[in-house]
C-alpha cells in the first residue's frame, strides 16, 4: 500500500497538516507523520531525507517561516515532495511560501497555498493515483461529491 509522509517544523504546524492527513486517510492513503525540524533536529531531518526512498511515495513537508524543510528533505530524496508553507507570525506565511519555491535547479518541490493543507493531501493523493485506479476513482467520486454540493447548497444559499 502506498505511503505518504507528512512532516512538520513543529507541533505547532500540526492544526494545518490534520487538514491533509483527514484527506488522506479518507482516500485510504497510509500516512506517517513526525516533527522533523530543519534547524532543531537536523541529524533528524538528514535521517528521514536519505531513508525516504525506501519508506514513502510522496512527502508532505510542512514549515513556517525560513520554511527550510520541504526543500532539505528534497535534496536528500527522489521522492516527491510537497511543500506546504505555514502561515507564520510576522509575514502571514508569504515567508514561507517564497521560501519554499525558490529552489535551486534540481531540487524540485511542489508547492500548494499557505495553509493549504487539504490540498497538499489531494495532491499526494492524485500522484499516487497516476499509477492506481482504484485510488483514481476514489478522488473522481470526490470531485463529483464536491461538485454536487456546491450546485445544492450554495445555489440553495443564494437564490432564496
Do not use: W
Not at 528521514?48 to 520554511?67: C, H, L, N, P, T
Not at 527522489?78 to 529552489?103: F, T
Not at 478522488?139 to 454536487?148: I, N, V
Amino acid at each position: 500500500m502506498k505511503t505518504v509522509a507528512v512532516i512538520m517544523g513543529s507541533k505547532s504546524d500540526y492544526e494545518v497538516c490534520q487538514q491533509a492527513i483527514k484527506v488522506l486517510t479518507d482516500l485510504g492513503v497510509n500516512v506517517y507523520k513526525e516533527v522533523v525540524s530543519a534547524h532543531r533536529t537536523p541529524e533528524r531531518l538528514s535521517a528521514f531525507g536519505i531513508e525516504a526512498s525506501g519508506k514513502y511515495d510522496v512527502v508532505i513537508a510542512a514549515a513556517g517561516g525560513s520554511a527550510h524543510l520541504p526543500g532539505m528533505v528534497a535534496a536528500f530524496t527522489n521522492v516527491p515532495v510537497i511543500g506546504l508553507p505555514i502561515k507564520s507570525k510576522a509575514l502571514n506565511g508569504v515567508d514561507s511560501l517564497l521560501s519554499i519555491v525558490q529552489m535551486p535547479p534540481g531540487v524540485p518541490v511542489s508547492t500548494v497555498a499557505i495553509n493549504g493543507g487539504m490540498n497538499a493531501g489531494l495532491l499526494a493523493a492524485q500522484m499516487l493515483a497516476i499509477s492506481d485506479g482504484e485510488l483514481r476513482a476514489k478522488l473522481d467520486q470526490f470531485k463529483l461529491e464536491m461538485k454536487e454540493d456546491v450546485i445544492k447548497n450554495h445555489n440553495e444559499a443564494i437564490c432564496k
